[in-house]
C-alpha cells in the first residue's frame, strides 16, 4: 500500500482585519514560473520541517524566512513564522541587496504581533 506524505506544518496567508492577504496578492502579481518555484519552496517546508539552508533560515524574534531563486536568478523571500501549529506567511518580496531590508523585517514583525494578540 502506497505511503502519502502528510504535512507536518500547513502554511495559511496572514489575512488582514479587512480581509486582503497581502503574500497571496504579492504571488499574484508575479510570473507563472515564480509562483510555482515559490510555491514548491513552501511545500518543501510545509511537508519536511524542520528544513535548514539552503531552503529555510530563521531570522530570530520567532520569524523565519522561505529562500528561492526565481527566474533570472533573482531571490525571493517570504517570512512566516508558527501560530497555532500553522506556518503563516507574512510578508513576501524580491530581494535587491544581500541583506533583508530592516522594512521587510518590521513589517512581519508587526504581522507576527498583530496575530499573537
Known sequence: MPQFSRKIVPAAFYCTETGSEPVR???K?????DRRIIGADVRTVEFGWPV??????PMGQGLFEVRSTITGNRIARILFCFHE?????LHG????T????AADLAIALKRRKEVEK
Request: glycine share 12%; with cysteine.
Open 29 to 33: 502579481e508575479l510570473l507563472p514560473e
Open 85 to 89: 501549529g500553522t506556518m503563516l506567511l
Open 52 to 57: 535548514g539552508m539552503p531552503v529555510c533560515r
Open 93 to 96: 518580496f524580491v530581494k535587491k
Open 98 to 101: 544581500g541583506k533583508v531590508p
Open 25 to 27: 496578492d504579492w504571488l
